[in-house]
């Protein structure tokens, strides 16, 4: 059974810094891409980011508010587990965070191509 669990999230002030895990098991975990996906309240699910297999690519969403630069996604292979690092965070990056494992070819940001998903983990920043 596949597993996705998410923890580091929290209360933090606006500028400030969380990191996010996520702990997978269930599945050879080296062989998929792993994203970040969140969903603020009353919005749709939205990519934030993900990383390749080998941990080698990292892509980020390209929306106007976009997170690169202040976010950094990895993976270690040898844990079975995906981060998130997260700085400068803003009031708008308030959301439930979702790690999910890729496991079809298509768009990184298509959340269709997700097999997997954690429960979540709650972020919430405060101005």
């Known amino acids: 059974q596949v597993q996705l669990v998410e923890s580091g999230g929290g209360l933090v002030q606006a500028g400030g810094s969380l990191r996010l895990s996520c702990a997978a098991s269930?599945?050879?975990?080296?062989?998929?891409?792993m994203g970040w996906f969140r969903q603020a309240p009353g919005k749709e699910r939205e990519f934030v980011a993900t990383?390749?297999?080998?941990?080698?690519?990292?892509?980020?969403?390209l929306h106007a508010d976009s997170v690169k630069g202040r976010f950094t996604i990895s993976k270690d292979n040898a844990k079975n587990t995906v981060y998130l690092q997260m700085n400068s965070l803003k009031p708008d990056d308030t959301a439930v965070y979702y790690c999910?494992?890729?496991?079809?070819?298509?768009?990184?940001?298509?959340?269709?191509?997700?097999?997997?998903w954690g429960q979540g983990t709650q972020v919430t920043v405060s101005s």
């Open positions: 999910a494992a890729k496991a079809s070819l298509g768009r990184t940001s298509d959340s269709t191509t997700y097999a997997y």
């Open positions: 269930g599945l050879t975990f080296s062989s998929y891409a």
């Open positions: 990383v390749s297999w080998s941990g080698g690519d990292t892509y980020y969403t």
